[in-house]
């Protein structure tokens, strides 16, 4: 199911082209987990993880907070883009006017 609504959201561009692999890996990832569950109790044996089913939940949460951290960069240079973007306009609009008033000033003194 998860693996339908990603390549849904990728055709719709939705989802960016960056996150979809990673969320392709992730889907297709679970479904190997889901499919083959020796591989769980595998991996939970080398870990030495008494209780297997905690693994692909202790997985999912660290896949979470990586989407998480990626996401908080994301919006921290985006806000700090748009912090940029309304200085430099400030700033032109400043220019423009000071330009603007030295322009009448020129105007008025050739009456």
């Known amino acids: ?12 561009r939705k989802l ?13 990832a679970i479904a190997i987990l889901s ?3 020796g591989i769980v109790n595998a ?5 030495n993880i008494s ?7 202790v997985a999912g949460l660290i896949f ?5 951290l990626s996401q908080s960069v994301v919006l921290s240079n985006q ?3 748009g912090r940029d973007l309304a200085q430099q ?13 030295q322009n009448q000033d020129l105007g008025k003194q050739e009456d």
């Not at 960016?16 to 297709?28: D, F, K, P």
């Not at 991996?43 to 870990?47: D, Q, S, T, V, Y």
């Open 1 to 12: 199911m998860l693996l339908l609504v990603t390549v849904q959201l990728i055709r719709k």
């Open 16 to 28: 960016r082209e960056e996150y979809a692999l990673l969320w392709l890996i992730a889907t297709v």
């Open 35 to 37: 499919i083959f569950g």
């Open 43 to 47: 991996l939970a044996l080398f870990l």
């Open 51 to 57: 209780y297997s089913p905690t693994l692909p939940l």
């Open 64 to 68: 979470a907070l990586i989407v998480l």
């Open 79 to 81: 806000a700090n883009n």
């Open 89 to 101: 306009v400030a700033l032109l609009e400043y220019r423009l006017r000071e330009l603007e008033s």
